[in-house]
């Protein structure tokens, strides 16, 4: 039988150990794809898919992106969620015996992509890492390698706290043990959208001591090491810019459930998963894009800390009042850089000298940037101005060493100024003097020859030559020149003594050309010990523009700064910080809401589109945005602080996971009182409405009973079941309230108005009227209405006169007093194919049974 061609076999064996990547085979200036990688490859980067023999009867598939292009290609494919091997020649084909070697030198992954054109400015880029432990707990791991951070939580409780917790992250890949159960793998993968990667070696390498300096358990060091291997094994390089691992207390945050984050559309909208529409779309008035990360960091995870938040109020009110100064600030703000990716860059070795000369312009604004916080004259701005200590050695080395303009390659020279190295600077003077005696040539041959047009170029190929129109060929004293080049017009010649002049400059060229390389180096290593520094200057940074942000939205929108209290929670003229954006001409309806120790329930009724959930919305929100140190849209706002908040908002079903809206309702209503405390929020809106009326009105009630009982969390529930509103009698701490809207010539007005009490009715068929369903539809429905509501009072009374014959004999069923009608309605009730029928036909089967029963 055929055998495969040597390099076919060097090919299957390095594939073989990277086989959830796609294998870059270097093959002279092509990266070559074989077998199923070129197949799929071909289809997802639209490339041609052709054959190469490789030794047996059949072709093999083939398929190749070129060298230089390469990068954009292997963009595309992380985009997609895949990984890359790439595998170089690793010897020089020229002195090779057999086939050259070729090794696989870096492996490119959705988490661990460094070069700037693959990441997201605004977002963090991270490669976590899963652990699970006897006691039930898990460990996740959040790395960024662009910018060096490492963030350590851990989940005590089960499976479900951990897809919570990840739910919503930048997480783009995710390292685990290669015996986690599928079901798992396949939360992780399909409804987190995660690369899945695995390591099992989770043993500590002592060279990572350092990054384990805050971890005091043993299985934070160990999940730790997990991913510090899997970087390292695929990274191939050392990992010295990580920073130490942060622990995250959970306990010191808010915490929300990943219905929550889903429900609020905190960074991201249901619909359109985009940013337009959420939270962030509005409160991101950050200048930088480190800003902008931070921003998302904190609304995934607002304060407890009451003292720590007040500080963040502080700051706020402070750049509020300060509005000249804050023009300044943002202006400045502007001009600095990505400050945490290009100390990323640094410590990673792919930092070019734009990339310096970026990090230089962005120190030198330091100074600046301590002179206006200083003037808006507050406390808290002079802490964060204080914080920010301006690297005088590390900027005065980039200033010195770097052209402002360096080219993008680092190996082309032009980058090192004049006057830095002594070195540099004598061959520099080589190649400039002899450059100048080449001007100084030219001259000499245009009078020595009488040649105006006579001049001297440079080509890569033929080096220095002396250039002469074929007119003026006759001209030429041929003896002391050689043809080199005929062009169309032209002949081009060298002389001994230019060939010589040229050798000299080349040499001083090419030298220079090392040597800068080599100073650029030099720098890189020494700006790289100044790595804490900037990375700590990215932060206060950060915040700085954060904290302006929510001063600058704070005052384009009116949000006024709450206080908090221990028992009440009561906002005035609250508004949407969403809703209120997107409608014009302050259309919004602003509404109060009080929860206190006497109310902790409230019960919301009100037609559909009336603005029920909304409300609850704009109270989460507010919330939330309270505790991440942001004003509040309203007139005035006193809150409390809740460990954490729960929803169940909205219609949207859970299309990933394929499971229906009354199962995805109860999933989040059972998280809700699992997990809620007495210092939680609770959101609960139309419960019970994906089933039976009665079912659903029956848990409803059951669940609003629970809360009220038991856990005692502050809670609004909202309902289209009026028949609830009479709890309030029942529980002393449930309160009802309305969304009015009134009746008008027929049609429903919505007034968007909360009130105290239960609403009249719940006018569904007028906002069906509004959607301009057909008219007749509509007539009908009302015919329907009517009917049942008739029927709903006839029934009352017969339920009523059943319980009076209950007592006596008569009323005891007997099977001969069943009348041929009854039979007739007992029969017809058992064919019925109820799984075949919509609420609407149940209702009518219903109605046609009693009135044939009644007829008997
Ligand atoms: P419900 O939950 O009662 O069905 P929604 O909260 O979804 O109603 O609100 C329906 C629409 O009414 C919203 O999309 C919004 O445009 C409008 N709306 C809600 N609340 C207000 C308000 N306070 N002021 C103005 N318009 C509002």
């Known amino acids: 039988m055929a055998k495969y061609t040597p390099m076919m076999e060097q090919y299957l064996k390095i594939k073989a150990e990277h086989k959830d990547a796609f294998l870059f085979f270097r093959l002279g200036d092509f990266y070559e794809m074989f077998f199923d990688d070129a197949t799929l490859a071909a289809r997802e980067l639209e490339i041609t898919l052709t054959k190469r023999d490789g030794g047996k009867e059949e072709p093999t598939p083939m398929c190749g992106v070129p060298y230089h292009s390469a990068a954009n290609y292997i963009k595309n494919l992380i985009d997609k969620g895949y990984k890359v091997a790439i595998c170089e020649q690793v010897e020089d084909p020229k002195i090779a015996k057999g086939v050259v070697k070729r090794e696989v030198v870096q492996l490119i992954t959705p988490g661990t992509v460094m070069e700037s054109n693959m990441l997201e400015e605004h977002d963090n880029n991270y490669i976590a890492s899963l652990s699970h432990f006897d006691d039930g707990s898990y460990v996740i791991i959040y790395n960024d390698l662009s910018v060096g951070e490492n963030n350590i939580a851990l989940i005590p409780g089960g499976w479900d706290a951990v897809m919570h917790e990840l739910y919503n992250q930048p997480i783009k890949e995710i390292v685990i043990a290669s015996d986690l159960p599928d079901t798992l793998k396949e939360d992780l993968h399909k409804k987190l959208n995660i690369t899945l990667s695995y390591q099992d070696e989770t043993t500590f390498n002592a060279e990572y001591r350092s990054l384990c300096a805050n971890l005091n358990d043993e299985r934070l060091v160990q999940a730790f090491s997990r991913l510090l291997n899997y970087i390292e094994d695929t ?81 706020v009110e402070g750049f509020l009042q300060g509005f000249m100064e804050r023009d300044t600030l943002r202006e400045t703000l502007k001009s600095v850089y990505d400050l945490e990716r290009l100390a990323g860059r640094v410590a990673y070795g792919n930092v070019n000298a734009r990339d310096l000369i970026q990090l230089k312009q962005s120190l030198e604004k330091i100074p600046e940037l301590k002179a206006v916080l200083t003037q808006f004259d507050k406390e808290k701005i002079m802490e964060l101005s204080d914080k920010l200590s301006f690297p005088e050695k590390l900027t005065s080395l980039l200033s010195s060493s770097l052209k402002d303009d360096p080219p993008v390659s680092i190996t082309e020279g032009s980058i090192i100024k004049d006057g830095y190295h002594d070195k540099l600077d004598t061959y520099r003077e080589a190649s400039r003097n002899g450059k100048q005696w080449i001007a100084e040539l030219e001259q000499k041959e245009k009078q020595e020859t009488n040649i105006k047009s006579l001049k001297i170029g440079y080509n890569r190929v033929f080096g220095y ?40 400059i080349l040499e001083a060229e090419e030298q220079s050309v090392d040597l800068e390389y080599n100073l650029f180096l030099e720098i890189r290593d020494q700006v790289r010990e100044h790595i804490p520094e900037i990375q700590y200057l990215a932060e206060v940074v950060s915040q700085i523009d954060v904290l302006q942000g929510f001063a600058t939205v704070s005052e384009a929108n009116q949000y006024k700064r709450p206080e908090f209290s221990k028992n009440r929670l009561a906002i005035k003229n609250g508004r949407h910080p969403v809703v209120e954006q997107v409608m014009k001409n302050d259309a919004f309806v602003p509404n109060d809401i009080l929860l206190d120790q006497e109310t902790s329930i409230l019960l919301i009724t009100g037609p559909n589109m009336s603005g029920k959930s909304t409300y609850m919305r704009q109270l989460a929100l507010t919330v939330i945005m309270g505790q991440i140190g942001c004003f509040v849209p309203c007139e005035e706002a006193e809150l409390l602080l809740f460990d954490q908040i729960f929803t169940r908002i909205g219609a949207a079903d859970d299309l990933v996971s394929g499971q229906s809206t009354f199962m995805v309702e109860m999933l989040e209503a059972n998280h809700a009182i699992a997990n809620a405390t007495e ?11 994906g089933t039976s009326t009665y079912d659903g009105m029956a848990l409803a009630q059951a669940l609003v009973e629970h809360i009220h009982n038991q856990i005692h969390a502050k809670t609004v529930f909202s309902t289209h079941y009026h028949e609830l509103t009479a709890l309030e009698d029942s529980l002393d701490r449930l309160k009802n309230i309305h969304v009015r809207a009134e009746e008008y010539e027929g049609n429903v007005v919505f007034l968007h108005q909360v009130k105290d009490g239960a609403a009249d ?19 009908r429905a009302n015919t329907i209405l009517r009917q049942l509501e008739s029927n709903n009072e006839s029934n009352a009374v017969e339920a009523g006169q059943l319980s009076f014959f209950a007592e006596t004999e008569q009323a005891k069923p007997n099977k001969n007093q069943v009348s041929q009608s009854t039979a007739n309605v007992v029969k017809d009730l058992k064919d019925m194919n109820l799984f075949e029928m919509t609420p609407m036909d149940a209702m009518n089967a219903l109605y046609q049974l009693q009135k044939q029963a009644k007829e008997d």
């Open 465 to 504: 030559y002396i250039e002469v129109t074929k007119a003026n060929l006759h001209l030429l004293p041929e003896e002391r020149y050689e043809r080199k080049q005929t062009l169309a017009n032209a002949e081009r010649y060298i002389t001994p003594e230019l060939k010589e002049k040229e050798q000299l």
């Open 761 to 779: 009715q719940s006018y569904g068929i007028h906002v069906a009227k509004l959607a301009e369903l057909p008219s007749p539809l509509i007539e």
């Open 679 to 689: 210092n939680s929020l609770i959101l609960l809106d139309e419960i019970g409405r």
């Open 235 to 315: 990274q191939k390089r050392s990992l010295d810019h990580l920073q130490p691992a942060q622990v995250i207390k959970l306990d010191n945050y808010l915490s929300l459930d990943m219905y929550s984050k889903r429900n609020l559309e905190l960074t991201e909208t249901i619909m359109k998963k985009g940013k337009h529409g959420s939270l962030l779309w509005v409160l991101d008035q950050t200048v930088t894009a480190m800003g902008s990360r931070m921003l998302k960091k904190w609304l995934d995870r607002p304060l407890l800390n009451h003292q720590e938040i007040e500080g963040r109020f502080d700051t």
